[in-house]
T-cell receptor, first 113, second 114 residues
């Protein structure tokens, strides 16, 4: 699985959009980008994933650059409950690679009132 | 159940003691994963089951670590002769099918070896 690089920490004001970047310059053509988050003392929670098109769900939006070497997770209106560690993961097609994900150390997002 | 359940929530073991950590995945979930998370770090893969078959155990750090899922539902992670470096949160995750895109994680078992 490709390696990802994320900033160690970020702050965001409550009610503002939180934009979390991730670099994955060695991503290969069949690898997906996934985002999880982990709130203190809980297990990671799946947020969203994508291959090359931008994706949106009820939690967030995922913007993937055209060359697929980086992506941004967007929380459109951050709340205090969004304070967590956010992990960007790259892994192969789950239909052919049902195994492990490599998490890295993630970005600690702190939403401030 | 509604989510992945892990027990115990906390475990303190003396160095050299054997421990067993339990994971109850979501009912009907085929895939089950174990991860180890050291303090301040991201989760690291240990092993993966598809039903009762252990398809990947490449992340188990030593032969003191053993995992099983004999009936394809509940799984147990066993650590023999625990060492201080085994202190970590052990996370279990499951997914409905191998092709599922997102796992559901439990809250983990925090193991402290003293």
């Amino acid at each position: 699985d490709a390696k990802t690089t994320q900033p160690t920490s970020m702050d965001c004001a409550e009610g503002r959009a939180a934009n979390l970047p991730c670099n994955h310059s060695t991503i290969s053509g069949n690898e997906y980008v996934y985002w999880y988050r982990q709130i203190h003392s809980q297990g990671p929670q799946y947020i969203i994933h994508g291959l090359k098109n931008n994706e949106t769900n009820e939690m967030a939006s995922l913007i993937i650059t055209e060359d697929r070497k980086s992506s941004t997770l967007i929380l459109p209106h951050a709340t205090l409950r969004d304070t967590a560690v956010y992990y960007c993961i790259v892994r192969g097609n789950p239909n052919t690679n049902a195994g492990k994900s490599t998490f890295g150390d993630g970005t600690t997002l702190t939403v401030k009132p | 159940g509604a989510g992945v359940s892990q027990s115990p929530r906390y475990k303190v073991a003396k160095r050299g003691q054997d421990v067993a950590l339990r994971c109850d995945p979501i009912s009907g979930h085929v895939s089950l994963f174990w991860y180890q998370q050291a303090l301040g770090q991201g989760p690291e893969f240990l092993t993966y089951f598809q039903n009762e078959a252990q398809l990947d155990k490449s992340g188990l750090p030593s032969d003191r670590f053993f995992a099983e899922r004999p009936e394809g539902s509940v799984s147990t992670l066993k650590i023999q002769r625990t060492q201080q470096e085994d202190s970590a949160v052990y996370l279990c995750a499951s997914s409905l099918a191998p092709g599922d895109y997102g796992y559901t994680f439990g809250s983990g078992t925090r193991l402290t070896v003293v």
